[in-house]
């Protein structure tokens, strides 16, 4: 999985000093981290479809895609201005909103869709999340902070009360997904459990000694938002008609996915440059369990909780208070 321009955060946020700051209209930066979770960002970029909806606003649009492992780095090269559009959880933005909240005003643009993430482990005696002991390390992209962390804390807070909610947070060690599904798949280290992601999960799942602890949508209730693209105001105010392509072209990309989910997988595959199987990507996206759509599912639970323990400052009184306005024609939640 290699992009062009992989960003190297020291490299990016002394770039932002010194180009002085944002991008002007007709330019983007983007980041995605890895998995399947991004496919419509992979189809936007195959496709062209920024640029191709720039020239319907008039703008020539010059693309840099980038990638990051962990919503900490996201959200760091996002305020240090590195970079004009991040991705992360529905939890790593809604921290970033908080804290930004009347200043750099971060909002989310659009979700990437609904889809589960499991809670894996290869430690036989792992059955329930109360199975876990201090010998255990839980692999999470990044720790205490990231969607994965927030939602066990979600779980934490439910079986142990809400003051015992970061219970987990000191065996769940930073590992970026790929390395940690290896290191799952091959047992023998420290990393005992990994809350992974897909395509991640499925492919450490086909290994008989990896089995599932719990799904996120267990935690959630349903079917939930996994991934966010959000941004600053100022972007997005500055930009208008760069900030209309990139979303114009995020709905389109969704489209296309939902209407063509073989040739979706083979765009990943060729994007991401993955190794995996094209029947293995295919039956992925056509997870029933998987929905593309930039429409938010479930998100607001996360604002809800975690401002009850106190992670979050500002109260939200729904999930449009978040979302940039383009976003809140559809039946989000």
Not at 20 to 40: C, N, V
Not at 71 to 77: F, I, Y
Not at 304 to 318: I, P
Request: hydrophobic share 40%.
């Amino acid at each position: 999985m290699v992009f062009a321009n992989k960003l190297s955060l020291a490299c990016g946020l002394a770039a932002a000093v010194l180009a002085g700051g944002a991008s002007a209209e007709g330019k983007i930066s983007i980041a995605q981290q890895f998995g399947i979770g991004y496919l419509i960002l992979d189809v936007v970029r195959d496709q062209q479809l920024i640029e191709k909806h720039g020239k319907e606003q008039g703008v020539d649009i010059e693309v840099d895609w980038n990638s990051i492992s962990g919503a900490t780095a996201m959200n760091e090269a996002l305020l240090a201005g590195a970079l004009d559009v991040v991705s992360a959880g529905v939890p790593p933005m809604l921290t970033v909103w908080d804290r930004t909240k009347g200043r750099q005003n971060v909002k989310a643009i659009a979700s990437l869709g609904s889809m589960p993430n499991y809670l894996l482990s290869n430690n036989p005696d792992v059955k329930t999340l109360k199975d876990f002991t201090d010998k255990d390390r839980i692999a999470v992209p990044a720790a205490g902070v990231g969607f994965q962390s927030r939602t066990l804390q979600l779980e934490t807070a439910k079986l142990y009360g809400d003051k015992e909610f970061k219970k987990f947070d000191n065996i769940s060690v930073s590992i970026p997904h790929p390395d940690a599904t290896s290191a799952l798949i091959a047992g023998g280290s420290e990393i005992s459990a990994h809350f992974s992601s897909p395509p991640f999960q499925y492919q450490a799942l086909e290994n008989p000694k990896v089995h599932k602890v719990l799904s996120s949508y267990d935690i959630l209730g349903g079917p939930a938002t996994f991934n966010v693209l959000y941004t600053t105001q100022k972007f997005h105010d500055d930009n208008p008609k760069t900030y209309k392509a990139f979303y114009d072209a995020l709905v389109e990309a969704a489209q296309i996915v939902k209407a063509d989910k073989v040739a979706a997988a083979k765009t990943y595959i060729r994007v991401e440059k993955s190794t995996l199987s094209e029947a293995f990507v295919e039956k992925i996206v056509k997870d029933p369990e998987i929905d593309f759509t930039v429409v938010p599912q479930r998100t607001f639970i996360y604002a809800e909780r975690l401002h009850e323990l106190g992670v979050l400052k500002n109260k939200a009184q729904s999930w449009k208070d978040y979302f940039f306005e383009e976003a809140h024609g559809g039946e989000g939640s």
